[in-house]
Structures are given as structure tokens and as C-alpha cells.
């Protein structure tokens, strides 16, 4: 997916990153759904599952479904918190550079908010102190 968290990140697939990013690389049932993902999606025969193809091929158009759900749910909530969140200039420049970087860098969107949060910290303090 474009521009997007869940896409491919360095020799694993999209399916195969949505298990890390979630914590759940345990699950055996995941685990060989995205070997069998990364066989037809990437064509290396890396896992040796194409036999896969058929059910990934059912599989994907619900994952894109629930990706675009995802997504509408995380603009109904920023769009209800952004009057909240951006009160002054210090705020309002913290979330265009989040945006920039995000869009013009390329960068992973919960690096951003982890680097975003710790600016806050660091300015609550800073403003506290004096």
C-alpha cells in the first residue's frame, strides 16, 4: 500500500509485516498465511507454498477492505481530536513537521508520533521550568 505502514518492509511482504507490527509472530496460522502471501505476491519461492495462490487470492480483497476500514477510522478520530491538539503555534508546528517528514521522508508514521511525543514531554517540561 502506498505511503502506508503496512506495505513491504525489506524482504518481507505486507502480510508478513502486519503480524510484526502487531506482536503476533507466534501465531502459526499467520505465519503460514504469510508464506504463502510472500510466495505468490513476491514469486521467489522463498517458502515454497504457491500452492497458496487460491486462498491468497481470496484473502486479499478482505485485507484491502479492512486496511481501508482502518484508515477511515484513524481520519474520523484525528479529525475529531485536531481542534483539541492544536491550541498554539508550538503545536501546529510539531504536527506539520510530523506530517512533512511523514510525506516528504518517508518515514514510518509511529517513529514519527514515538519522536513527536517525546518533543511534547520535552516541551512540557521546558515550560514548566520556567
Known amino acids: 500500500m502506498f505511503r502506508a505502514d503496512f506495505t513491504h518492509h525489506g524482504e518481507d511482504c505486507t502480510f508478513e509485516t502486519m503480524p510484526k ?12 498465511i504469510a508464506e504463502n502471501d510472500h510466495d505468490v505476491d513476491l514469486k521467489d519461492d522463498k517458502f515454497h507454498r504457491l500452492e497458496g495462490c ?9 485485507l484491502a477492505g479492512a486496511s481501508a476500514a482502518i484508515v477511515g477510522v484513524i481520519i474520523v478520530v484525528s479529525l475529531d481530536l485536531i481542534p483539541a491538539a492544536l491550541v498554539d503555534l508550538p503545536t501546529i508546528t510539531v504536527a506539520l513537521i510530523g506530517f512533512l517528514v511523514i ?3 518517508k518515514i514510518d508514521v509511529a517513529k514519527v508520533a514515538l519522536g513527536a511525543m517525546a ?3 520535552l516541551y512540557a517540561v521546558t515550560r514548566g521550568l520556567y
Open 119 to 121: 518533543g511534547g514531554i
Open 21 to 32: 507490527q502487531f506482536g503476533l509472530v507466534e501465531s502459526k496460522g499467520l505465519r503460514e
Open 54 to 62: 487460491a486462498t491468497i487470492v481470496r484473502f486479499k480483497p478482505f
Open 103 to 105: 510525506i516528504v521522508m
